[in-house]
């Protein structure tokens, strides 16, 4: 497909002398005013109106105590943002100038030099102006924001035919209404998660491209493996603006070194928007390295060089990664069970996916830097996850998310921004989201990192459930909506963009069984097929028996408190306490409060300390540990059910709790903080997600244990049983059992007794008086965590005393370690350095030996002295 070699000289002469495209960023100081110029002040771009309020003091901290509601004027008023700027070029040098927004939040009116430009009615979309004929030396822009909150009711207004529920949201979100009606972050309206902000400004960058002849817009690459020929390829697709009026031909050579990989083609560019596609054949004789989810292999990416050169000048280069993957979503007969497997091959090995469900980590994005999203991307990764679901009501993330999840080895379950409602499919409302959908998969296909693409979250689900309590006779105009949003316009467009990775409409869904049942479900929580939700608040979550034997679980959980030093912040002391205002008002679920002490209720007894400070620490505490054990029971359901069908359910393929992260302070199902602190359920995630691990569970009086692994070859392991009395912590008895083969990537029965044989071998036990740990050990330092399990519930433990805890703290380079020592089996021992910056190695532990080292890896520089000024040692007799 090469070019004769005289015409490539000649277009590389060409190309050498004319200039490519003059970029000049706008980011940086523009002005801000409001609505009847009261307001005037400097508002940054990227930013929004409320950081810019903030970051001159006009207003507190947003998530200060009730700022939330007292702040709602802000996003009632209609904002502006401006500035002038100098043209940086030449504009007779150019053929064509344009001004691009890379995002707008959400409905403006732009104009430069008091020429309105166009309109913007979608956060996610990306607007490009053309201002060839109105740029001038020095130009003046101006971007006149709508208030998002009266757009969204002006449109529910407008929807005259039949209603598009939800109106609002329920009153416990403080939130507003109408938030299908606008093409925004559905929960910045509110969620019972997170706050109601809904912001306005210039969210991601602005610039002014100038350039002749023709433009490099998108560019992607994606990799296939073509099994008959047992060969790796690359699709490499560029869009272009092409301003040229008739076709340019061109060369376009991409260079990978490593893999001496080496291609020219000739190609032709149309007027327009101009695409080439083209397929780069792997050499044979390189060997390739595939990219892996994290546990499972190496994130390999390979550097590579796209170069363009058209016959009109100057060349394009373009320098890139290349990854190696391949995914499928496995939804085939199972046999012994009705329905269909839903599970995820990656290279071809079948994995299962551990992890949870990420939602926006900020109210402002322009607060969400690298760091940010480095620090909570990690501490998932180091909890032994390798998969996150970007979940549909917030935003599709900025450009750095994905690359740290390429780099981590963290798979993408990408949701599209649509979240428990029903939207309209009005012409205007479905162009905006069809651009919107484009530029998405467009921006996002080339990394490897993505496996999924879902078109909404648990909108077939509210159809099939009836949520939102349509009469049956107007139901029909609802499924033709969903089936016009999700199937012939959102599946259609990324089936054209990408076909390297599956795609479903909804979660959850029954996947195949959907589709065959016009795209809505009778149950789309059926266990034998796709993936499920799972919430119960009411049933005791220990109880392993309440949770749905699914194919997928891909969102469950529970609530709990952030940790003392994170409601610190926002708070006074008056707040403090699980019954004030500021605590009721910062829980937008329903009787979340109550729940949790329910749950909590269970299996501990319930705080009655006098002081009220040391009151919510204590609640604040047993909330953590009430979620951290429950989820772990759930979870370890959900892995040891990966490898058995019973009575028709199991394969198990995928775990992923609800939720990664949050958004502000305050009660919700995260593992991880406002700020990134682990919460003890993020450190019990490290050990249920653990690549090897015994679970144990009770059924009819009998104790299983099944060893679970995800690593790719068996294992002979010895597995050791420890039985302490609570009263002592010398062990009363002990059992190795040698030989112990766990199989690779599955969960197998390794121990069998009935609860009485071991009580009697085990004599002086009893129910109430003892507690089982257990663990894996293998050759060569492979260990499992260690493991436990109640054989009653601790608030009826006989023979606890409470421990006295203490600590010393040295320090090793760059990290601490904590020597703990105790005079009594003390259960969640929970270490805390307060808003000291970093983890520990481990924490919410049953300590059953004298001594434990546990190390504190701090993400800022602090010492020795800060560490033991601010330790706070909790044990569970330490609650009064």
């Known amino acids: 497909m090469g070019l004769a070699p005289p015409l490539l000289l000649l277009l ?34 990227p930013g929004c109106v409320h950081t810019a309020l903030h970051r001159r003091g006009l207003i507190q901290d947003p998530y200060y105590r009730f700022n939330d509601v007292m702040y709602r004027w802000i996003s009632l008023d209609n904002w502006t943002y401006s500035r002038t700027f100098k043209t940086p070029f030449d504009i007779r040098k150019w053929q064509k100038v344009n001004l691009v927004f890379e995002g707008v939040d959400t409905v403006a009116q732009i104009l430069i030099n008091n020429i309105t430009l166009g309109r913007t009615d ?15 030396e020095v130009n003046f822009v101006e971007v006149h924001f709508l208030s998002a909150v009266s757009y969204a009711a002006e449109q529910s207004r407008c929807h005259k035919e039949y209603s598009v529920p939800p109106a609002c949201p329920p009153p416990v979100q403080k939130g507003e209404c109408h938030a299908n009606f606008i093409r925004k972050e559905q929960c910045s309206f509110s969620w019972d998660w997170g706050p109601s902000f809904p912001t306005q400004g210039i969210w991601k960058d602005v610039r002014i491209e100038a350039y002749n ?130 599970y995820f091959r990656i290279n071809g090995r079948p994995i299962f996916i551990k992890g949870s469900n990420w939602i926006p980590a900020d109210s402002f994005q322009d607060r969400v830097t690298y760091d940010t999203l480095w620090l909570l991307l990690k501490s998932a990764a180091d909890a032994n996850m390798n998969a996150l679901r970007v979940w549909g009501g917030g935003v599709y993330e900025q450009d750095e998310f994905y690359d740290i999840c390429d780099e981590l080895g963290i798979m993408i379950w990408q949701d599209f921004m649509f979240a428990c409602a029903l939207y309209p499919t009005d012409q205007n409302y479905l162009e905006s989201v069809r651009a919107e959908v484009s530029h998405q998969v467009r921006r996002l296909k080339s990394h490897p990192s993505i496996i999924l693409w879902s078109g909404n979250n648990e909108n077939e689900a509210a159809i099939a459930s009836n949520w939102f309590s349509i009469p049956y ?46 795209w809505i479900s009778q149950n789309p929580y059926d266990t034998h097929y796709g993936d499920t939700h799972f919430y119960d608040y009411s049933s005791d979550c220990w109880n392993w028996t309440v949770y749905p034997k699914t194919r997928f679980a891909s969102e469950y959980g529970f609530q709990s408190w952030p940790s003392f030093s994170t409601i610190e912040k926002v708070s006074s002391v008056e707040d403090w306490s699980y019954t004030s205002n500021f605590s009721l008002h910062r829980q937008h679920h329903e009787d979340g409060n109550d729940q949790m002490l329910q749950l909590v209720g269970h299996h501990f007894k319930l705080p009655q300390s006098t002081d009220p400070i040391k009151k919510f620490k204590d609640t604040i505490y047993l909330t953590q540990v009430m979620q951290a054990q429950c989820v772990k029971t759930e979870t370890e359901f959900y892995r040891f059910s990966q490898s058995e069908i019973v009575k028709g359910e199991g394969h198990t ?68 049983v420890v039985v302490h009395s609570w009263s002592s912590l010398e062990p009363v008895c002990t059992l190795a059992k040698a030989d112990v083969t766990v199989k690779a990537q599955s969960a197998v029965p390794i121990y069998k007794e009935s609860i ?91 300590m059953t030996e004298k001594k434990k080292a546990v190390v504190f890896y701090p993400w800022e520089p602090t010492s020795v002295e800060e560490l033991e000024k601010s330790l706070t040692l909790t044990s569970l007799l330490d609650v009064a």
């Not at 609505?35 to 400097?42: E, I, K, R, T």
């Open 12 to 45: 590389l002469a060409a190309a050498a002398g004319r200039a490519g495209a003059e970029v000049h960023s706008l980011r940086g100081s523009w002005r801000l005013r409001n609505g009847n110029g009261s307001v005037v002040l400097p508002g940054e771009v």
């Open 122 to 136: 979608n956060m996610f979309n990306r607007y490009s102006f053309d201002i060839t004929s109105v740029i001038k």
């Open 213 to 342: 002849h023709y433009h490099l817009i998108y560019f992607s690459v994606t990799s296939l493996f073509v099994k008959s020929v047992q060969q790796w390829s690359l699709e490499i697709k560029s869009i272009f603006d092409v301003v040229a009026s008739k076709p340019l031909a061109g060369l376009v050579s991409v260079n990978i070194p490593k893999l001496q990989t080496q291609q020219t083609f000739s190609v032709k560019l149309q007027p327009g928007e101009g695409s080439i596609v083209l397929l780069v054949n792997i050499n044979k004789s390189s060997a390739v390295e595939a990219w892996w989810p994290n546990g499972h292999g190496k994130q390999t990416g390979y550097n590579m060089t796209t170069t363009f050169i058209m016959e009109t000048g100057h060349q394009i280069e373009k320098l890139s990664k290349a990854y190696f993957r391949t995914v499928e979503l496995v939804q085939e007969p199972i046999p012994g069970s009705p329905g269909l497997s839903f």
């Open 473 to 518: 006779a107007d139901r029909e105009i609802y499924i033709k909506d969903y089936v016009m949003l999700y199937v012939k316009n959102i599946q259609e467009i990324v089936l054209a963009e990408d076909k390297s990775r599956p795609f479903v409409a909804s979660s959850p869904t029954n996947g195949l069984e959907s589709i065959k049942e016009g």
């Open 653 to 720: 393929m995928g775990a992923l709790y609800w939720q990664l992260n949050d958004i502000w302070q305050a009660p919700s199902w995260a593992s991880l903080e406002y700020g990134g602190k682990w919460k003890l359920l993020h450190y019990f995630a490290q050990n249920f997600f653990a690549p090897l691990l015994p679970v144990a569970y009770e059924d009819k009086g009998v104790l299983y244990m099944y060893g679970v692994s995800d690593l790719h070859v068996d294992h002979k392991l010895t597995l050791r």
């Open 756 to 846: 009485n044989d071991l009580l009697e071998r085990c004599k002086n036990c009893t129910r109430k008086s003892c507690v089982v740990t257990f663990w894996l050990v293998g050759e060569s330092g492979l260990q499992s965590p260690r493991n436990h399990h109640f054989l009653s519930s601790p608030k009826d433990a006989v023979g606890l005393e409470k421990a006295q805890l203490s600590a010393s703290v040295s320090q090793q380079d760059d990290i601490y370690i904590f020597a703990l020592q105790t005079t009594a089996i003390a259960p969640f021992v929970s270490l805390d350095v307060g808003s000291i910056k970093g983890r520990f190695s481990d924490n919410g532990f049953l």
